[in-house]
């Protein structure tokens, strides 16, 4: 099992620009999640999807957009990045209450 | 709201030394308390976890015991190594949820 991957691990965007984060999960969770990691201020959740077709905003969702494309995958959308949004982004899945697993992570650079 | 708190980093030790790192949550319902690590370049890792009043979570020779008198999950090792350098983050999730609250992460350094 690969667990939980994200593409791409590194992007450098130029404000304006738009890009997409992808996530999958091979271990059939219902639960995932975006997080965005920032010196000093842990994981912020941005957005998260109970299950298959629903999605709820987290604490810090202005600027992004989600998908749960089906039960693996959960895309995150910056329509227009501004250099606010640079950050390490993680996603995460888990089985309802039980623990988050976590993916390597996409490094985002805003300019 | 749900907050958690964590002591501030670095925290330098040295091999065999032992390692305190504070952490506090609020108490809103009957939180489950967590300890993740984060290695250099990685995604975190659930370290150990507990779920009630008393309960001791413990993993790879961390220990954390949830305090509800003094709402705190302190974690401890009474000998680090080198290998456990990285970034440990305090976190706190609803009784009858799974929405993570973090601290804002610690980072441990051990040197040989």
């Known amino acids: 099992n690969a667990g939980v991957t994200q593409t791409p691990k590194f992007q450098v965007l130029k404000t304006g620009q738009s890009m997409t984060l992808q996530c999958a999960q091979d271990?059939?969770?219902?639960?995932m999640y975006w997080y965005r990691q920032d010196p000093g201020m842990g994981l912020r959740l941005i957005y998260y999807?109970?299950?298959?077709?629903?999605?709820d905003k987290g604490e810090v969702p202005n600027g992004y957009n989600v998908s749960r494309l089906n039960k693996r995958e959960f895309s995150l959308r910056l329509e227009s990045a501004a250099p606010s949004q640079t950050s390490v982004y993680f996603c995460a899945s888990s089985v309802d209450n039980y623990e988050q697993f976590f993916g390597p992570g996409t490094r985002l650079t805003v300019l | 709201g749900n907050s958690v708190t964590q002591m501030e980093g670095p925290v330098t030790l040295s091999e065999e030394a032992f390692l305190t790192i504070n952490c506090t949550y609020t108490?809103?319902?009957?939180?489950?308390l967590f300890w993740y690590v984060q290695y250099p370049g990685e995604g975190l890792q659930l370290l150990l976890k507990?779920?009630?009043?008393?309960d001791k979570g413990s993993n790879k020779g961390f220990e954390a015991t949830y305090r509800k008198e003094t709402t705190s999950f302190h974690l401890e090792k009474g000998s680090v190594q080198v290998s456990d350098s990285a970034v440990y983050f305090c976190?706190?999730?609803?009784?009858?949820?799974?929405?993570?609250?973090f601290g804002g992460g610690t980072r441990l350094m051990v040197k040989p």
């Open positions: 999807s109970a299950s298959e077709g629903t999605t």
């Open positions: 976190a706190r999730s609803p009784r009858a949820g799974n929405m993570l609250t």
């Open positions: 507990a779920t009630k009043a008393d």
């Open positions: 108490a809103t319902g009957y939180p489950s």
């Open positions: 271990m059939n969770h219902n639960s």
